[in-house]
C-alpha cells in the first residue's frame, strides 16, 4: 500500500513536472518572441525625448521609419509634400467659436525632433506582452460575417438608406457600436472637419472608444480603409489617455494594416506631431472645448493619401498599398464614433463611453462633435458641403450611443453630434 501511495504521488509529481516545464517552455518562447518583435520594429534613434506621462518619442531618421519594411515600398521615393496647396484648402474658420481651443501634445513639452527625422513612439516590452496573440498586436480585431434571409441583405444590421433608395452596407461588426455620419453614392478623394476632444471612459482593458473619420472603398468584408482621429484604448497604449492615432487596411481588417506606426506602410514626413502620441489638454464637459481640424485627401497625380491635422502635413497612406481606393477614390465617408466591446449590441451593455460620455440634446455644448464638415470630389480640388441628399446618420442603438447632424440646407454649416454613456436604464 505504501508503495502505490509513493508511485501514485511519484506519477503525480512527473506530471506535474511535465506541465510546468511546459508553461515554462512556452513562457520562454513568448519573451523570445517578444523580443524578436521588439527588435524589429525598433529603428536606430537620433534622439529621444522622455515625456512626462510616460511615453518615450524615438526621433528616427525619415528614411529609416518602418514604412520601408512594407514589400510594395521597398523603392519607394518619398513624397515630402502632397501638390496641393493646404492654405488655399484651409476650412473658413469664421463661424467657429473663439472658446475653441487646439490642444498640443503632452511629449511636446518635454523636446523636439530635429528636422529629417520623425517622432514614434517607442513600443515596450509590456506593451506586447498585453496581447495573447503578437500577429494581431496594433491591429484591430477581423469581421466575422452574419448570413440573414432578411429580404437578401447579408448584413441587415449594419446597412444604411441614403438618397431615399440607395442601401449601403457598412460591412460586418459584431464587437463594434457605431454612431456616425454617413456619405455615399459618388466617389471622394477628401475629408475633413473639426472634431472636439474628449476622454470617454473606457471600463475594461480590452475595450476602446474613439472619435474618427474614416474613408473606405471596396467590398464589406475585405473593405480597404483610412482612417485617423482620437482613441482611448487601454490594450494598445496601457492607459486611459486621449491619443491621435491613424489606421490602414487593405483587406477588411484580416492580415494587413495597423494602428499608427506599428507596422509598416504609412509614410510620415512631419518631425512635429507623433501618431499615437497623448492630446493635452482634453475637453470636458461644462469646460473650455478643445478640438483639431483633420483632413486626409487624395494626391491626385499621385493616388497617394495625405493625412494632415491643424495645416500640419503629418504623412500619407502610399497608392500602392491598395487597389479599390487607388484609382477612383472613396466610396464611403464616415464621420463619429465608435466603441469597441465584447458586449456592445447585447446584455448587459459596457458601460464604456463614446464621444464626451453624455446624453445627445440635453446641452449640446457638452456633446462631442464635428463641424466644417466638407467633402473632396474628384476632379476639382474645391472642398464642398457634403449634398444633403448623398448622406444620413447610423447608429447601432440608440439607446446607448446616439448620432444627430445638423444640416437645413445645401449651403448651411452642417455639424454632428455622437456619443452616450453606453449602459444605462434604457441601454441595460
Not at 217 to 223: D, F, H, I, N
Not at 274 to 279: I, Q, R, W
Not at 379 to 389: E, G, K, L
Not at 412 to 428: D, K, M, V
Amino acid at each position: 500500500m505504501v508503495f502505490q501511495n509513493n508511485w501514485r504521488l511519484l506519477v503525480g509529481f512527473t506530471v506535474l513536472s511535465m506541465f510546468i516545464a511546459a508553461d515554462i517552455t512556452q513562457g520562454k518562447g513568448l519573451f523570445l518572441d517578444v523580443d524578436g518583435k521588439i527588435k524589429a520594429m525598433r529603428k536606430p534613434a537620433v534622439k529621444s525625448i522622455q515625456s512626462s506621462d510616460g511615453d518615450i518619442i524615438d526621433c528616427v531618421g525619415i528614411y529609416d521609419q518602418p514604412a520601408f519594411d512594407h514589400p510594395a515600398l521597398k523603392n519607394h521615393t518619398i513624397q515630402m509634400r502632397p501638390s496641393f496647396d493646404l492654405k488655399q484648402d484651409a476650412i473658413n474658420d469664421k463661424n467657429k467659436s473663439s472658446t475653441l481651443k487646439t490642444p498640443g501634445q503632452t511629449w511636446q513639452k518635454s523636446g523636439s525632433c530635429p528636422k529629417g527625422t520623425i517622432p514614434i513612439r517607442r513600443v515596450r516590452k509590456r506593451d506586447l506582452l498585453r496581447f495573447s496573440n503578437l500577429e494581431r498586436f496594433g491591429r484591430k480585431s477581423p469581421p466575422i460575417a452574419t448570413n440573414s434571409s432578411n429580404k437578401g441583405q447579408l448584413y441587415p444590421d449594419r446597412t444604411v438608406v441614403v438618397n431615399n433608395n440607395v442601401t449601403v452596407s457598412l460591412g460586418p461588426r459584431p464587437d463594434h457600436s457605431s454612431a456616425v455620419l454617413v456619405a455615399t453614392v459618388v466617389h471622394y478623394t477628401g475629408s475633413k472637419g473639426f472634431i472636439t476632444l474628449y476622454n470617454p471612459e473606457v471600463s475594461r482593458w480590452d475595450e476602446y472608444s474613439s472619435g474618427q473619420f474614416w474613408l473606405q472603398s471596396g467590398s464589406p468584408q475585405y473593405v480597404e480603409s483610412v482612417e485617423s482621429g482620437w482613441i482611448v484604448n487601454k490594450k494598445l497604449y496601457g492607459d486611459t489617455r486621449t491619443r491621435f492615432f491613424t489606421y490602414w487596411t487593405s483587406d477588411g481588417y484580416q492580415k494587413t494594416g495597423c494602428f499608427d506606426l506599428i507596422c509598416s506602410g504609412f509614410v510620415q514626413t512631419s518631425s512635429e506631431v507623433s501618431l499615437g502620441a497623448a492630446f493635452d489638454p482634453i475637453s470636458t464637459p461644462g469646460g473650455p472645448i478643445y478640438g483639431f481640424t483633420l483632413q486626409i485627401a487624395m494626391d491626385t497625380p499621385t493616388g497617394n493619401w495625405w493625412l494632415t491635422i491643424q495645416n500640419i502635413t503629418i504623412g500619407y497612406w502610399p497608392a500602392s498599398l491598395f487597389t479599390e481606393i487607388l484609382g477612383q477614390g472613396a466610396t464611403i465617408l464616415q464621420w463619429g464614433g465608435d466603441v469597441y466591446s465584447a458586449n456592445v449590441r447585447k446584455t448587459p451593455h459596457t458601460t464604456t463611453a463614446m464621444g464626451s460620455g453624455q446624453y445627445l440634446g440635453i446641452n449640446p455644448k457638452d456633446n462631442c462633435y464635428i463641424e466644417n464638415i466638407r467633402v473632396l470630389q474628384d476632379p476639382t480640388r474645391d472642398w464642398d458641403y457634403p449634398n444633403p441628399h448623398y448622406v444620413a446618420t447610423y447608429v447601432d442603438k440608440n439607446q446607448c450611443y446616439g448620432a444627430n447632424f445638423y444640416m437645413p440646407g445645401y449651403m448651411t454649416e452642417p455639424r454632428l453630434f455622437f456619443g452616450g454613456p453606453g449602459q444605462n436604464s434604457l441601454c441595460p
